[in-house]
């Protein structure tokens, strides 16, 4: 029940990988960076999750890490708004965002602030509150990584387009759960891991969506020969590819995107919507279970009871916190905790079973019943 | 024969990559983050290179690229030398080093210039002679793309410590290969990708190595979760891991990671020293053959003669470029071409025999004396 720490491996991962190891690697060598499609993977891979975000092609490539990725959007969105120095995002926002979107005012800025809204219960309207017009960009998540709340990403985007600013939003949380449509809500900017509920693989290259409107002018700041025009005239400047492959930037690690490639083909056989409705279906089970089940023993809905308002897990709370974590994990129910009190659940419609949910909830129901987390062993850390 | 483009597997690579699938991904799940080493890998991997390039525990982490890394590494360098505005490398560095450098003086610079030794075939002194009392830092390959002509380490850093300038080196095309002692050179930075003589797999997460006198004070710019002193409290503002671990960003590429894994268990049982006069004893061999077998078809040696000018591959020269090695990959010969004229034949001291030279150079001159190359189908255009 970690869909949202981790997706489950597709199927034939290791035939994926033992046909890199054994023929691309060890045989064609060097020549599978053409032959095998290595270099071309990123914007294949970012085109498949076009399709599960509401992009269009070239306007996704696979690459990096999400708090990169989030880096490069920020410094992209800051030189298209060069007059502009305000940055506005939340507090609550998930804290690598926040480096990255203060290190990229820290490189580029000069008289630039960081603007946050700051309670953690501040609501959509709050945050369309604080975009003015000297606001250069609006750096949020999609998805609360505790609460799981899910912004109005539609709304916000329009807020922003009203003022001149830009958009830079963070997908983890939601990306491969819920319904996204990047273009369909005018988004600019998007980044996302994908080992969560796309399934890539524990730590797969992150994406990098730009709208296809902004890639004239686009200036990611830190730049780099794969995301050149043509990467193998070895050229003394940088010359910027074509749409989003100009954030590319060093040698992809193979393994890692071929995790991912396989997750992928998996995905093109997937009804987008129809997995969504799932996901929907799945988690709105979790909530009336914890209602009937878990509610007489003192456990709570952190998360919004709404689906259009939440993203792909449940946050439950409870005075117990990682003690009951730890109490399920030993009874084979891998969930995680985020301090303060939320207990979470990832549902991933692609291999989540309703049965799955059941089975969680009754085991959380005995541990409590039967008060065997008390011992307090992890009490208050957060779980790896 | 391209270990200069990516290293052999390690023969238990699948096996390493089949208990990371199917136990620590499929059921551990995000406890391995933990349990299975995963976080603690970019720590635990860069001591094992440090014993290879002669660096100290602590001072090498294994993440992100090359890129990425040399850009972290010429912010630092440029925050710590604030007043400091030339930055000094060579037109000849390989490209994606000075498209980050460039990046590095774009975001961070105010009236910072970067000036190039332009010609190709400039000595250590002429580059030495253009560090001066305001160079900032000196980014250079230690060993040159094209040519594996290597600078001498110790040298250039001597000539900047006594102008008070800080040394960021790319060894990419040296480490695994040639003796390398960074801090008995007293160098500042290194970097390096970790799929070439590393064996590391392609794309593998490249090194990054900051000298500990530097802790204290060192900003690296581009910050995230990953290099945070207490990744999981989650705090709103970055602190700075210990030591080289504040290289750190995103979530790590777990797969590609555990390639790596798997080829410095295999270094772990590695006599560093025997390796490199391994090395020096093939290259040589490679040499002599030229020397004897292919003067007489017009190869012509590229590469310096002397071992101390050398690094991890032998260049050779001839107007038929990339057509013969393509001619070459149809004899099941893997080496590659970089314009203008460099035909690159890497050796791994781990995996290379003395009788793959032989066989090597034996079928180069077969080809050349039946002219069956002479198609052209590729001329001119660099290896991917």
Redesign the interface.
Known sequence: M?AN??G??PRD??DH??RT??E???LA??????EAG??EAASALGDGIARVVGADPGEIVVT?????NL?KAV?GALNLRPKRTRIVSE?ANF??D???T??AI???GEGHALVLAADGHDSDDDLCALIDSNTAVVVLSLVDYRTSRRRNLARINAAAYAAGALTVWDLSHGAGAVPIDLNGDRTDFAVS?T?KYLCG??????FFFAAARHNDALDL??????G?ADQ???????RPAAGARRAL???????????LQAAMAVWAGVDVSAAAQKHEALSSLMLDLTDQELGPFGVSVASPRHYAERGGHIALRHPGGNALVEAL?DADV?C?F??PDSIRFGFSPLTTRYVDIWDAVARLRDVLKNETWREDRFAG????
């Open positions: 970690d720490s981790i489950a491996p991962v290791l990988l033992r190891v054994e691309d690697w060890a060598r060097r020549r599978s960076w053409g290595w270099l990096d890490s999400t708090t990169i880096f410094v507090a804290p690598t926040l480096y990255a203060q290190s820290d490189l580029l891991c080992y693989g524990p730590g797969a290259p992150a700041g830190l730049k780099g020969w794969l050149h193998f005239a070895f050229e003394l400047g940088h930037i060093g040698t992809p690690p193979v393994l890692s995107t071929i995790g994990a891998i995680s985020r301090t850390r957060s779980s790896i």
